[in-house]
C-alpha cells in the first residue's frame, strides 16, 4: 500500500495524559499537513510542513499541541496534557512537489478519545 | 477570509434519479475547488478538482461539477445515483495566493440514496 498511513488508527486516553500520533506520507510527497476534524465538520487546518520546516500552523494549534517532520518523512503529533475537547479525528495529509494544482492525499486519520 | 459553505447538510435520492449537491465559496482571488468523499471509518477521497479552464469538470466515479464564477458555486453532480454513493462529501477551496495551499473545508453532506 503506497498511500498515507496514520498510526495508531484509535486512542483513548485519559484527561491530563500526553499522546503522541505517527504519519507516514505518500513517499516523495514533500509537503505535509495535519488536519482535525469534529463530529458533523469538515477537516480544520492544524499545521503545514515542507520538507522538514514547519512553516504554517493555525491558531487553533495552543501551546499544547506541538508537531514534528525531523527528517523530512514522517510526522509526528502531540498532544500535552489532554483535555475531553482535544477528542477529535486527526487527519494527516500530503501533496508532491507541484503541490499548486495536485490534489492532497489523505491517511485514514487516528480517532483521539479522552475521557 | 476564506470559507465554504455547504447549505444542506444532508441529500436524499433514489438510485438512478441525477444528485446535486451544492457548494458555494468565498475567497480572496481566483480559487482552486475540489471535492472529497469520506465513508466510515475511512480517509477522504479525491473525486475532482477545478484548476482553471473548462468550467465543467470530469472526475471519479462518474461525478462531476461546474465552477460558476459569478455566483462562487462549484456543485457536484451525476447523471445517475448509486446506492454505493452513499457518503459524506466534502467540498475545500484553496487559493493560489496562500503559499501553504492548505484546504478550507465546507461543513460536508451527507448524501443517501435509496434503493
Known amino acids: 500500500d503506497t498511500g498515507v498511513s496514520q498510526n495508531p488508527r484509535h486512542k483513548i486516553t485519559k484527561r491530563g495524559q500526553n499522546v503522541t500520533f505517527r504519519c507516514d506520507p505518500i513517499?516523495?510527497?514533500?509537503?505535509l499537513y495535519w488536519y482535525r476534524q469534529t463530529l458533523g465538520q469538515g477537516p480544520e487546518f492544524l499545521t503545514y510542513?515542507?520538507?522538514?520546516?514547519?512553516?504554517?500552523k493555525s491558531r487553533l494549534l495552543s501551546d499544547r499541541f506541538s508537531a514534528e517532520r525531523p527528517k523530512g518523512s514522517f510526522s509526528t503529533l502531540e498532544i500535552q496534557r489532554t483535555e475531553q475537547g482535544d477528542s477529535a479525528m486527526y487527519l494527516c495529509a500530503s501533496s508532491p512537489p507541484d503541490a499548486a494544482v495536485n490534489e492532497q492525499f489523505f491517511g485514514p486519520g487516528t480517532r483521539l478519545t479522552v475521557l | 477570509a476564506q470559507s465554504v459553505a455547504q447549505p444542506e447538510d444532508q441529500v436524499n435520492v433514489a438510485e438512478g434519479n441525477p444528485l446535486t449537491v451544492k457548494c458555494t465559496y468565498s475567497v480572496s482571488g481566483n480559487p482552486y475547488l475540489f471535492w472529497y468523499v469520506q465513508y466510515p471509518n475511512r480517509g477522504l477521497q479525491f473525486l475532482l478538482k477545478y484548476i482553471t479552464g473548462d468550467n465543467l469538470v470530469k472526475g471519479s466515479y462518474g461525478f462531476e461539477a461546474e465552477f460558476n464564477k459569478s455566483q462562487t458555486s462549484f456543485h457536484l453532480k451525476k447523471p445517475s445515483a448509486l446506492v454505493s454513493d452513499s457518503a459524506l462529501y466534502f467540498c475545500a477551496v484553496r487559493t493560489r495566493m496562500d503559499s501553504s495551499y492548505k484546504l478550507i473545508f465546507g461543513s460536508g453532506t451527507r448524501l443517501l440514496v435509496r434503493p
Open positions: 510542513f515542507q520538507n522538514e520546516a514547519q512553516l504554517e
Open positions: 513517499s516523495e510527497h514533500n509537503r
